[in-house]
């Protein structure tokens, strides 16, 4: 069962949909994930909808919501900042906990690519969340731009931008655009993959958000509440040693898996069964469906 509702974060109304498994029995609180989407992108026709279809099979609820400046969510259309999605993802766990088919005490979160930085940062500050799967998230902001953009003169070019984009608001007062492309890279062959709602021209100050958003630095916090940091091991968008550094400055209970053979969507069509059976089984150890 799905649901189209919406609940509010910071004054603003935000989009979402609701997955209740159809073997939910009457009055009986389920666990739940809250599902976060990538980059300037939507929970509908997205890597976020088929994490939270696949929670629904599992015999979670889920909730998939558009971040607000995304999608259908209010605000100001592009002008995405890390922090305020952090928000978005502590106000959804608010309005999820008072939903009559969840144990508010048992609400994770999942999050793919831009999401899973925001998931971990969001569980690292609020310990209301019970457990994180990141999905080929990052920790570092600074790092992951520079292993995205990786020649000296791809860097001189990111870093140009960003300085450009700040001259401009200073002089302007307005915000400086480029194409989202420009910020985080994405080769041809993946981009089918981008939700066909997803947002392709982004203010600088989104990248500037970015760049100085260090979910590293609260990952520790999140024990003894589980992690797993699931990542593709030749990773052509989000570097893979991001989620290895965030593993290596985690406290336990957390798991690292790498998979080979596919790029940053592991939950794309050709790889769904066997990603779904490492996640399946993470979940069936350390956070089960009764």
Request: proline share 6%.
């Amino acid at each position: 069962m799905q649901e189209k509702l919406t609940f509010l974060s910071d004054g603003l109304k935000i989009s979402a949909v609701l997955h209740v498994p159809d073997s939910r029995k009457p009055g009986q609180k389920l666990p739940a994930f809250i599902v976060l989407h990538g980059f300037v992108g939507s929970k509908d026709e997205s890597h976020a909808e088929i994490q939270a279809q696949m929670m629904e099979e599992f015999g979670y609820v889920a909730l998939r919501f558009d971040f607000r400046c995304c999608g259908e969510s209010e605000g100001e259309r592009a002008q995405v900042r890390c922090f305020d999605q952090v928000a978005d993802a502590k106000n959804a766990m608010t309005f999820l906990a008072q939903r009559e088919e969840v144990d508010p005490a048992r609400i994770g979160v999942v999050g793919h690519s831009f999401g899973a930085a925001v998931a971990v940062y969001a569980a690292g500050v609020d310990q209301r969340f019970a457990c994180v799967i990141s999905s080929c998230g990052w920790g570092d902001g600074e790092r992951k731009f520079r292993g995205q953009h990786p020649t000296p003169e791809a860097w001189a070019r990111f870093t140009g931008l960003l300085e450009e984009g700040r001259r401009h608001k200073q002089e302007t007062g307005q915000s400086k655009w480029i194409s989202r492309f420009d910020a985080v890279p994405i080769p041809e062959a993946l981009r089918k993959n981008l939700s066909p709602k997803a947002i392709l021209e982004i203010p600088v100050e989104t990248a500037l958000s970015m760049y100085n958003f260090r979910a590293e630095d609260v990952v520790a916090d999140i024990a003894p509440r589980p992690i797993l940091f699931f990542h593709t091991a030749n990773d052509g968008i989000t570097p893979t040693e991001q989620s290895i550094r965030l593993f290596e400055k985690a406290a336990q209970p957390a798991e690292l898996m790498l998979v080979t053979g596919t790029s940053h969507f592991p939950l794309s069509r050709d790889d769904a069964p066997r990603t779904k059976a490492l996640i399946k089984g993470w979940l069936d150890k350390f956070f089960p469906v009764p």
